[in-house]
């Protein structure tokens, strides 16, 4: 199939060319870019007419890997493992936010789980075991249970009113 007029040709998307000299790559570096990396940011990024965007983000700086999807549509995005600003349309790393997991929007959001979700602060080293495992939580709940019946106990050895 013949590309569209005004295309750039998809055949060297495999290598990462699809820039040309007036179109720089979404995330250059290098000698005056302004950019505060040796080269460290890949991914892809579209632009529509209208200032929108959508952005998926690699950074490999050492020690500091993240991973980013975003889109302008409601400021949504998904970070993952070193957290930090990031401004849209730019190449430059910004400050630290922390690190993990964060996904965020300024608009609306649902999580949906039809067969149950758990929410958990507990950490699972090397995430052994699977997702309905729940030992941890049962084990927590069990302990709380514990705790609530020896205060019931004292309190109603000291003749607290029920």
Do not use: C, Y
């Amino acid at each position: 199939m013949p590309s569209r007029i005004w295309t750039l040709n998809a055949a060297n998307h495999a290598r990462g060319q699809l820039h040309t000299g007036e179109e720089l790559p979404p995330f250059s570096a290098g000698h005056d870019s302004g950019a505060n990396h040796p080269g460290v940011i890949s991914g892809w990024m579209s632009h529509n007419h209208a200032s929108g965007f959508n952005q998926w983000l690699a950074d490999d700086a050492p020690g500091q890997l993240r991973t980013r999807l975003a889109t302008s549509a409601t400021e949504g995005q998904l970070g993952l493992g070193h957290l930090i600003h990031h401004a849209p349309l730019g190449a430059t790393r910004g400050p630290w936010r922390g690190s993990g997991f964060e996904l965020r929007t300024d608009g609306w959001l649902a999580v949906r789980a039809g067969e149950g979700m758990l929410l958990s602060a507990t950490a699972r080293s090397n995430a052994t075991s699977t997702q309905l495992d729940v030992t941890e939580t049962v084990a927590q709940l069990r302990a709380a249970e514990r705790t609530a019946k020896a205060l019931s106990d004292a309190a109603a050895a000291q003749g607290a009113q029920p």
